[in-house]
C-alpha cells in the first residue's frame, strides 16, 4: 500500500507557475518489504490548481474535529489512490501519463 497523502506547495504558488507546459509528478513510494513498484502520476498543473483549490475551499467549510473553523493554511494535499479528495477527485487516470509530456513537447 502507497502513503495516501502527499503535501504540495501553496495555492500561491500554484497560481504562479499555472502554465500550459507545467507538469506535476507525483511519486508513489511502496512501504518497505512491499511487492509493489513505484507509480508517478503525471498531472497538468491546470488540473492540479483547478482541483487543489477545490477540495481546499470545501475543507474550510468543514468544521474541525472540535466543531471549530479550520485554520487558513498554505499546505494542500493531493491523496493517492486508492483514496480520493474531499472534492471526489481522484488522480488514477493520470497514473504513468508521461505522454502528456511528449505530446506538449512535440508541439
Same mark, same amino acid.
Given at each position: 500500500?502507497?502513503? &495516501?497523502?502527499?503535501?504540495?506547495?501553496?495555492?500561491?504558488?500554484?497560481?504562479?507557475?499555472?502554465?500550459?507546459?507545467?507538469?506535476?509528478?507525483?511519486?508513489?513510494?511502496?512501504?518497505?518489504?512491499?511487492?509493489?513498484?513505484?507509480?508517478?502520476?503525471?498531472?497538468?498543473? =491546470?488540473?492540479? &490548481?483547478?482541483?487543489?483549490?477545490?477540495?481546499?475551499?470545501?475543507?474550510?467549510?468543514?468544521? &474541525?474535529?472540535?466543531?471549530?473553523?479550520?485554520?487558513?493554511?498554505?499546505?494542500? =494535499?493531493?491523496?493517492?489512490?486508492?483514496?480520493?479528495?474531499?472534492?471526489?477527485?481522484?488522480?488514477?487516470?493520470?497514473?504513468?501519463?508521461?505522454?502528456?509530456?511528449? &505530446?506538449?513537447?512535440?508541439?
Amino acid at each position: 500500500m502507497y502513503q &495516501a497523502i502527499l503535501l504540495v506547495a501553496s495555492e500561491l504558488k500554484l497560481k504562479k507557475i499555472l502554465v500550459k507546459i507545467f507538469f506535476w509528478i507525483l511519486g508513489g513510494i511502496p512501504k518497505p518489504q512491499s511487492k509493489l513498484g513505484f507509480e508517478y502520476f503525471i498531472i497538468p498543473s =491546470t488540473d492540479m &490548481a483547478k482541483n487543489i483549490k477545490e477540495a481546499h475551499e470545501l475543507w474550510l467549510g468543514t468544521p &474541525a474535529r472540535n466543531g471549530q473553523p479550520h485554520n487558513q493554511t498554505n499546505i494542500r =494535499t493531493v491523496h493517492l489512490p486508492p483514496y480520493k479528495s474531499l472534492s471526489g477527485w481522484e488522480i488514477s487516470k493520470y497514473r504513468e501519463r508521461w505522454d502528456q509530456i511528449e &505530446a506538449k513537447l512535440k508541439t
